[in-house]
């Protein structure tokens, strides 16, 4: 017998953490996200909890977890559009269409019993958490900041009404990159013509301390126009810092200046903590620290995390120049053999045009599902 609770207490919520390493133990294209960070989106620690509503729930046949969702109202996201939606986050199941059915009844459900018109998803708490439903590219490795999951959920999706409201690219520079001299005279005319610059810092702390505030502004700005989100709130500013701050390193980050030395862009990447996250299934002992630490250090892979640019800069090469000087300083560093980006909308054609002076390789699409309720 299939039935879908929601869930309050700990041992539930270890289970709905586990759940899809579980379901992706033999699939080697599957990355786990980190565990205590999962966990710490369900309790208190959460920075989003103060201004949202969320419900969890385990789908379950004779006693055995087949599939988990959650179910979250942003009143941030809702006071902007003027909207009233839910959205669906955490969503996996066995290949089985009654539990995909099931389990997104369920936060329809609830959805309407808190007075939503509509429910879109997958999405997370925020535009920097894992976003949206893989459709192409499951050949492919996964990597620590990309969702992933196998073919048939999107079969269940749209068969359950479900239609597309959002669509995502990502993209691979493999390394070693040769020199393309059009990207060379393109930077360089950026730079002699606008005047765009770089500076160096002393160590990664004094970057945040100057301009840790400076980034999130820009993200805010940037992708206020972008699907799904909206401004981050102190508390979650500092939650972020705290998460990606051990992958941290000058020579992964690009800060842009205007000829009067103000912020206008940046670049983040970080190394991939793909291949330890599989190793240890996602949890930090008793290995797990171990393996991240190696990878931190010597990364084969590094992820494009995040490209932020004032709205009046968009379209004079600033991301461009950001990319170009990211890679050319991964391009030195042997090990890395490859540069993944993260979820890039099709609609941004800013974006999107910034990258097609670049050898690069279409590796994932990615959709966001919407549902009138």
């Known amino acids: 017998m299939l039935t879908v609770r929601q869930i309050h207490k700990r041992k539930d919520y270890k289970k709905f953490v586990k759940f899809p390493t579980e379901l992706y133990k033999n699939n080697p294209n599957y990355i786990p996200p980190l565990e205590m960070d999962e966990y710490k989106m369900t309790t208190k620690k959460n920075a989003h909890f103060k201004e949202c509503e969320q419900a969890y729930f385990l789908a379950e046949r004779d006693g055995r977890v087949v599939g988990r969702i959650a179910a979250v109202i942003l009143f941030p996201f809702n006071e902007k559009n003027n909207a009233k939606y839910a959205r669906f986050t955490r969503f996996d199941f066995i290949d089985d ?3 995909a059915h ?19 998803g997958p999405l997370g708490y925020d535009d920097l958490e894992r976003e949206g439903l893989q459709t192409y590219g499951f050949e492919h490795k996964g990597s620590y900041v990309a969702s992933y999951n196998a073919e048939y959920y999107q079969t269940y999706v749209e068969s359950y009404g479900y239609t597309p ?6 993209w ?6 040769k020199k393309d001299e059009r990207v060379e005279r393109v930077a360089s005319l950026v730079e002699k013509r606008y005047g765009f610059h770089e500076k160096k810092f002393k160590s990664m702390n004094a ?6 505030g400076d980034f999130f502004d820009l993200v805010d700005e940037a992708f206020y126009d972008l699907y799904g989100t909206m401004p981050f709130n102190e508390e979650l500013r500092k939650q972020v810092i705290s998460t990606f701050k051990i992958m941290l390193d000058l020579k992964y980050i690009c800060l842009v200046f205007n000829k009067e ?20 299934n996602g949890r930090a002992f008793p290995f797990g620290f171990i393996r991240w630490l190696h990878a931190i250090k010597h990364p084969n892979a590094v992820e494009l995390g995040i490209i932020a640019v004032k709205k009046e800069y968009q379209k ?3 991301t461009g120049f950001i990319i170009k000087k990211l890679l050319d300083r991964l391009n030195k560093i042997p090990t890395i053999k490859y540069a993944d980006t993260g ?3 099709e609609t941004n054609t800013n974006a999107i045009s910034s990258l097609e002076m670049f050898d690069r390789e279409l590796v994932r699409k990615k959709t966001c599902y919407i549902k009138k309720l």
């Open 97 to 99: 269409e009654k539990v």
């Open 343 to 345: 979820v890039q909308l």
């Open 102 to 120: 099931a389990l997104l009844g369920t936060a329809e459900k609830w959805a309407k019993e808190h007075g939503m018109e509509y429910i879109h």
């Open 316 to 318: 004079l090469g600033v």
């Open 207 to 212: 970057l945040i301390k100057a301009h840790g």
């Open 172 to 177: 691979r520079f493999k390394f070693p990159m």
């Open 165 to 170: 409201d959002a669509k995502w690219v990502e």
């Open 261 to 280: 030395d103000k912020v206008i862009g940046f670049g983040l990447t970080w190394p991939s903590l793909a291949d330890a996250l599989k190793k240890s």
